[in-house]
């Protein structure tokens, strides 16, 4: 079954705990990213990779850290959590460069809450 | 640059009555265009999108979007709503990059 799969789907850290949400796909897609939902604000990028070991900020990516070694496996770092980075965090993949004609598959979310 | 105005936060409406959830884009480039939709503690699950031809398109669970190039419009409806279409819904442009860029939500109750 195609999936992808974040770990882990609930999470309760304290200030500048470093954590790590994994996030890997089964579906060898080239392309994948993070997202982070906030009420009113839909959701934002906050990094994207082409492929492994290319890498690039999204629209917010302050706080973050990614790294792409293995085409599947698309971690989210947080070095220092600050409470500010309470959210519902995505990973999505798709094929790259397809243009419009690819669909993009979302994990089933990880809600973070930085106390 | 890309962006996606979602009116109204919020929609209410009666079972069996017309759905319509209003999507605005802006893009440089034609742009490909999606709605999603989020379940209760769920991700996100695609509904349907245009990338080019038919400007009619048809997704699941009886939801279609017409893409208006002359309005920059992309309006999700549905005939006739049913208590299990409650969900928040997302439209979303994507640059060529892949990268999508989502609106900030509607979402949806079904009043029996």
């Known amino acids: 079954e195609a999936q992808v799969t974040q770990n882990p789907r609930y999470l309760i850290t304290v200030t500048g705990k470093k954590l790590t949400v994994t996030c890997s796909q089964n579906m060898n897609h080239e392309y994948m990213s993070w997202y982070r939902q906030d009420p009113g604000l839909g959701l934002r990028q906050i990094y994207y990779?082409?492929?492994?070991?290319v890498t690039d900020k999204g629209d917010v990516p302050e706080g973050y850290k990614v790294s792409r070694k293995e085409k599947r496996n698309f971690p989210l770092i947080l070095e220092s959590p600050s409470p500010n980075q309470t959210s519902l965090y995505f990973c999505?993949?798709?094929?790259w460069g397809t243009g419009g004609d690819t669909e993009a598959f979302f994990g089933q979310g990880t809600r973070l809450t930085v106390v | 640059a890309q962006s996606v105005t979602q009116l109204g936060s919020h929609v209410s409406v009666s079972e069996g009555a017309l759905v319509l959830l209003r999507c605005n884009y802006s893009s440089s480039v034609p742009p490909y265009l999606f709605w999603y939709v989020q379940y209760p503690n769920q991700g996100l699950q695609l509904l349907l999108k245009?990338?080019?031809?038919?400007?009619l398109v048809k997704g699941i669970n009886g939801f279609e979007a017409e893409f208006k190039k002359s309005e920059t419009s992309f309006h999700l409806t549905k005939p006739s709503a049913h208590m299990s279409d409650a969900a928040e819904y997302f439209c979303?442009?994507?640059?060529?990059?892949?990268?999508?860029?989502f609106g900030t939500g509607t979402r949806l109750t079904v009043i029996p």
């Open positions: 979303a442009v994507m640059t060529g990059a892949n990268n999508l860029f």
């Open positions: 990779s082409m492929n492994v070991e």
């Open positions: 245009y990338t080019t031809g038919a400007t």
């Open positions: 999505a993949s798709s094929l």
